[in-house]
């Protein structure tokens, strides 16, 4: 119900809507209405009303339940299930088990706070409480384990053209899949997956977003090298409305990528990468390469090609520019 209230607000933005035309969408009463507004007050909506006008919302909360994130969600699949958790260890790890459960592909794991967010290479990844978004996403493709990472790069992708949407930032992609703005990090992906040597039974993507920290939020050596959409910004950012678009861009880019495979994602991404074209020290637990990046291959790998002319495919390395 709030999910729909807010669908209407959403229609009709700054306008007010009256009791009656509310009741007649919703096909509930006048008192059913008020207690949802008061309960989305309650929430940090703030909602006007007036005599014989009706209900107008003023300012939306920062909320990102279920009914926050649907209330602007126009995908047919991704986050249409939804699980919510105020705070909880790690999305990630959630999203595997429900996967084992067998919930449906597009199933959205999402909390307002991570207490032991999972990076790649085995790091931490630190969310802010309030400020960060903290999602994963089940996806069941028909792939071998080895295509996977293209997913990766289309996640990376995907939520490129999600904040140039929202926000009007461009950030650029850092192999295989950091997202950047002025050279520093504001968004982390990890790709996993559930599966046998030759079938992947799901994929589970997981992204991290420094949304609205502000630069006080951030310890002042992480401010070197990190950022957050706001701080680029110079102000806040829906972050309901946020993982919306994100949904509806993963969704699209999937969706043509099931269909016309992967060289349509590997342009894109190409495009957007900051990475291709320039020379840069891939650097792995064993050994640093230097070199100069080609593009990448059909599995997702870095082609980087050393000063002897020999290429080497980086499967998992970070990169230093
Ligand atoms: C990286 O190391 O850059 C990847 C970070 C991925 C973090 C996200 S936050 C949502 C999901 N849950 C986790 O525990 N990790 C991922």
Redesign the pocket.
């Known amino acids: 119900m709030k999910e729909q209230l807010l669908k209407i607000f959403n229609e009709h933005e700054g306008q007010y809507v009256s009791g009656e035309k509310i009741s007649e969408a919703l096909g509930c009463s006048r008192t059913a209405i008020w207690k949802h507004i008061d309960a989305l007050r309650k929430s940090g909506y703030e909602l006007q009303s007036a005599p014989r006008k009706g209900y107008r919302l003023i300012k939306k909360g920062d909320s990102i339940q279920p009914h926050d994130i649907k209330s602007s969600l126009t995908t047919k699949r991704l986050g249409q299930e939804q699980t919510y958790f105020e705070s909880t260890e790690?999305?990630?790890?959630i999203a595997h088990k429900l996967a084992q459960e067998g919930v449906n592909e597009g199933h959205l794991v999402v909390a307002n706070e991570?207490t032991s967010?999972?990076?790649?290479?085995a790091?931490k990844?630190y969310?802010r409480a309030g400020a960060s978004i903290?999602?994963?996403v089940i996806l069941r493709p028909k792939l071998s384990p080895q295509e996977t990472p293209q997913l990766t790069l289309l996640t990376a992708v995907a939520v490129v053209r999600a904040i140039k949407k929202q926000t009007g930032l461009s950030a650029d992609i850092k192999w295989p899949?950091?997202v950047l703005l002025n050279g520093k990090k504001v968004v982390?992906?990890?790709t996993e997956m559930q599966a046998d040597p030759d079938f992947v039974h799901s994929v589970i993507i997981?992204?991290?977003i420094n949304v609205n920290h502000h630069a006080t939020d951030l310890d002042s050596e992480i401010l070197g090298i990190a950022t957050s959409l706001a701080i680029e910004k110079g102000s806040d950012v829906d972050r309901a409305a946020l993982i919306s678009v994100i949904l509806l861009e993963l969704e699209t880019l999937y969706e043509l990528y099931l269909t016309d495979g992967f060289s349509t994602i590997r342009t894109l991404w190409e495009t957007h990468s900051n990475s291709i074209g320039t020379y840069l020290t891939a650097k792995t637990a064993k050994s640093s390469i230097y070199g100069f990046a080609k593009g990448i291959s059909d599995e997702g790998c870095l082609l980087l090609e050393d000063q002897l002319g020999e290429v080497h495919q980086i499967y998992s390395a970070d990169i230093e520019l």
């Open positions: 790690s999305t990630q790890i991570q967010g999972k990076g790649r290479l790091r990844w969310s903290s999602m994963s899949n950091d982390g992906i990890l997981g992204i991290g």
